[in-house]
Every structure is written in C-alpha cells, then in structure tokens.
T-cell receptor, first 114, second 111 residues
Framework: AQSVAQPEDQVNVAEGNPLTVKCTYS??????LFWYVQYPNRGLQFLLK??????LVKGSYGFEAEFNKSQTSFHLKKPSALVSDSALYFC????????????FGKGTRLHILP | DAGITQSPRYKITETGRQVTLMCHQT?????MFWYRQDLGHGLRLIYY???????DKGEVPDGYVVSRSKTENFPLTLESATRSQTSVYFC??????????FGSGTRLTVV
C-alpha cells in the first residue's frame, strides 16, 4: 500500500532563512510526488510535482523539492523564507501504474517568524 | 467561470438530518474526489469517481453516499448526520496523472 509521512507537525523558521519541510513516501514501483499548500480558509493549491527526470523540481512561489529515490524522500525547500509562506503544506504520492488516487500526508504547518 | 465550485460554503445541521454537499466542475474532468479534512488526520478520501456512473469507496466511506449522473457534478450526501461528521469537506477533480484541482471547501457543523 502507498503511504506518505510528514514527520513534523509544525516547522518554525525565521524570515530570510532557508526552510525545509520533510516528506517520505512508500509506494510500489515509481512514484508521482506532489506538494500542495493550503492557506487559511482556502482549498489546497498545487505547488509542484515530480514525475520523472531531474531530481530537483522547481515550483510556484520560489519553492523547490528534491526527489531522493534511495531515501524515498521528497523534501520541500526554499532558500529564503517569507512571512507570507506561513501555511499548511501537504505532501502527496501516487504510484505510476495504479489508478488515479493520490494519497496525502497529514500536513506540516509552517510558521515564518518576522 | 471555469473551475471547481462547492456549495454551500458553510452549513450547520442537526444530528440525524440528511444533508447534501454539492460539487461542480467545468472542465469535464473524468475523475472527481471527496475528501474530509480533520485536525490530526490530514486529508482522508471518502469517495471517488472515475467517470459518470462509476464511483468507488475511499478510506472513510461509512455514513456517506455519492452519485455521479453527470460528468460535471459529484454530490456528497450524509444520510443521517452525526457529530463525528463535523469537518471541512473538499471536492477535487483531475483529468490526468498530474495532480488534482481542489474546490474551496465546505465547513460542515453537526450539532
């Protein structure tokens, strides 16, 4: 069965510092990996995805994520955090050769401190 | 306007009542999904649909019913609402392998 783990419920980062939100996954075969962001009282918004190719994926709002197959990880990163990055972040995975269900992690709340 | 819309945005209902949450998408996406979001549980899949008249259970289907007579609509019905169904409900749609588009959510409170 496929699964996603976000080991941190909350991450606090000072504005201007680099940030990392961690994600590990378990899936049979090759994965499709996603990051979504949720702002207060809003639905989830797509940030970026990894399908194949370069392990470093660039997405919206200056975010990027690195796919590491050996560690089964897909950590979200940003070189310099903004207060406006404060939100709830979800990692998600689906298996390459299965139906179209995506499994979401439980989410990590990111607080950027001014 | 193109997109995915959910209604109502907020709903308060009493225990035992039937309530229907609506979801409408304008892209003719094949796949549609219902999730509930609860603190400590993240997003949990309730039901999904691969096409009109094709639906299947997700992780937490008990107490919910869905239908999909038209591609663009995917209503979620709580047949007899319980307090444990107080949650935020999200509908999503997808045409390809490349991720979902989510609605803005319905906040349901069962009193």
């Amino acid at each position: 069965a496929q699964s996603v783990a976000q080991p941190e419920d909350q991450v606090n980062v000072a504005e201007g510092n680099p940030l990392t939100v961690k994600c590990t996954y378990s899936v049979s075969g090759n994965p499709y990996l996603f990051w979504y962001v949720q702002y207060p009282n809003r639905g989830l918004q797509f940030l970026l995805k990894y399908i194949t190719g370069d392990n470093l994926v660039k997405g919206s709002y200056g975010f990027e994520a690195e796919f590491n197959k050996s560690q089964t990880s897909f950590h979200l990163k940003k070189p310099s955090a903004l207060v406006s990055d404060s939100a709830l972040y979800f990692c998600a995975v689906r298996a390459l050769n299965r139906d179209d269900k995506i499994i979401f992690g439980k989410g990590t709340r990111l607080h950027i401190l001014p | 306007d193109a997109g995915i819309t959910q209604s109502p945005r907020y709903k308060i209902t009493e225990t035992g009542r039937q309530v229907t949450l609506m979801c409408h998408q304008t892209w003719s996406h094949s796949y549609m999904f219902w999730y509930r979001q609860d603190l400590g549980h993240g997003l949990r899949l309730i039901y999904y649909s691969a096409a009109a008249d094709i639906t299947d259970k997700g992780e937490v289907p008990d107490g919910y019913v869905v239908s999909r007579s038209k591609t663009e609509n995917f209503p979620l019905t709580l047949e007899s609402a319980t307090r444990s169904q107080t949650s935020v409900y999200f509908c999503a749609s997808s045409e390809s392998l490349y991720g979902y588009t989510f609605g803005s959510g319905t906040r349901l409170t069962v009193v």
